[in-house]
């Protein structure tokens, strides 16, 4: 099946709603606000779920289509979940009902993008206080009432702040820091920019930091009484002080020159960069004194040469696909434990103990989180609708979403 029948097809899918996880169960567990969870670490707070699926999956609750393309992945906040998609040459914001998968609004952003690894939006909605933060492929920035996805502001970061768009397409998801919306325009001296949430309206910009913007988002962390954001640009692992955006560190060993796209691991005063193409890992040690932040590396590794989906930190270890092989490798010496293909090249995310785990080829995976040897549980097919299942699964509120395309699906993985 070619790209355009792919998509096609799924304009025509619509919710199939077969059994809605309902009450105190549900009910109670934690949101899923933004970009790899609610601390942007990959990792979910969800217990009590199944520790093996059926061979053909989990229950599933509800499918919906006509989504638009794209690989970007869901947030949820209360009973709405939150979509990015290219429909109809309009790069598109869904609001979609948590117990049946119908939509609730769709607003337009702009233009959608196309391009030759696949056409649409990259990034996840940010959601905080009623208000829904989300950046296009095209460089639009918005902000939206998540009650009806009326606009409040929009600007296009890269008109804006004199970046240029990535060759595979902005692929960041904003940050929200205080009161400070971060993305990455990739400007001279603006490689990181600080905007008003409220207003739209530049705050700071990384004034002597001129990289393009690579396709990580960011993350904020604070080293002694210093607030930092920390990122991946196209170029080096650098860091910024979130108060004004001054340069505090960059190193350029863990970035290549094709794509970086991992999102940084912050543990204990110590960032984690990763990224692939021939290049590797490194930890580099923080620390405050007088206001700023002194950087100094920890270990340089070959053994993690993370691509597109991700690392996670779950007990001292760091469990990610280096290229396409899943490693488990100690977040403090980068000694390996374990390597295994599992379900190929993927994205990954932590919940219960247990590694939940989306190859690129359309097989989703379930296996523990041990540093003492891979061990698969469980697997199963989505299907394939000609371009890589890139969007990172989401976990939560007893369900595991996957995105693929222009469908969501929920599945039940409640115990």
Known sequence: MNRRTALQLLSGVGPLALAPVTGSAAGSRSDWPQWRGPARDGRSTETGLLKSWPRNGPQTVWTTGDLGSGYGSVSLAGDSLYLHGGLSGKSVVHAIDRATGRKKWTTQLGRTLDQDRGPGPRGTPTFENGRLYVLSEDGELACLNAADGKKIWQKNILTGFGGSNAHWLISESPLIEGDLVIVQPGGRDSAIVAIDKNTGQPKWTSQGLSDPAGYASCIAATVGNVRVILTLTAKAGVGVRASDGKPMFRFEEPANRTANCTTPVF???????????????????????????????????????????????????????SNAILTCMDFNTGDVKWRDRSVGKGSLTYADGHLYLLGERYTMGLAEASPEAYKEKSRFSIQDLGLPSWSHPVVTQGCLYIRNQATLTCYNILA
Do not use: C, P, W
Not at 270 to 297: D, H, M, N, W
Not at 307 to 317: A, D, K, M, N, T
């Open 267 to 321: 543990h204990n005063n110590r960032v984690f960069f990763t990224s692939a193409y021939g290049t590797g890992a490194q930890l580099v040690e923080l620390e405050a004194s007088g206001g700023e932040i002194k950087a100094k590396e920890v270990y340089f590794s070959r053994d993690m040469m993370n691509h597109h989906g991700g690392v996670i930190l779950h007990e001292g270890h760091i469990y990610g696909f």
